[in-house]
């Protein structure tokens, strides 16, 4: 399958480009710093392009069979539109090319729930601060680009990891139509995730979480290893790096 990564530079979108070699695909791995890209192969096509310029995304999307969007941005003060205005491109780049299948990834703190396992601090007091106030602008934006997804007339998926953490390995991680009570999401499992709906219908037009249920971190583990911004470019539950 010809298949193009949105946010390909990311830590998730270096995975699931990798997996995809892997799995035997041809993949385009569409970022704006395209020299940066660390993966090399002669199925592999890195394309530079910005997602918020429309000419360079019609032109990444041509000729693929899929789109696969892992776009990451810092959280700010400031509105945030990257999600929102990516997205609406991309998907007005597929019906062009009549390239029908998409999966995009976005939060659980888009539509957060207190979780069983989370205890007061996680569920009442870092929770409600990511998703209100740190995150608010990220958020909001994250809810426009579903909006926009739901309305297309694609065949899509959107896919809401909790928070991310680094495992070696892909794990046998879960799918959940709607909310899932799971605090924590393997990138791995996320990228993973990612690639397995390009071959399973179940999940066409729907929204679903992924979680991992094996060698989760604890709170204070991943607020050390995840949540603290190591520099500028972080995104506060999924923490995604800047594309």
Known sequence: MRIAVFGANGPTGRLLAGQALAAGHQVAAVTRQPDSFPLRHDRLEVVGADVLDPAAVDAAV????????????????????????GVANIVTAMRRHRVRRLAVVSSSGVDPHAYSEGGFLFNRVLLPYVTRVLGKTLYDDMRRMEELVRASDLDWTIVRPSGLYHLPAVTDYTFVEGHADGRFTARADLAA?????LDDDRYLRATISVITTVDNPSLLQWIRGEAL????????LTRQAVE
């Open 229 to 236: 911004p190591k520099s500028r470019a972080w995104h506060p």
């Open 62 to 85: 041509a000729e693929r069979d899929a789109v696969l969007s892992t776009l990451g941005v810092p959280a700010g003060k400031e509105p945030i539109s990257t999600y929102s205005r």
């Open 193 to 197: 995730s990612m690639l397995a709906l």
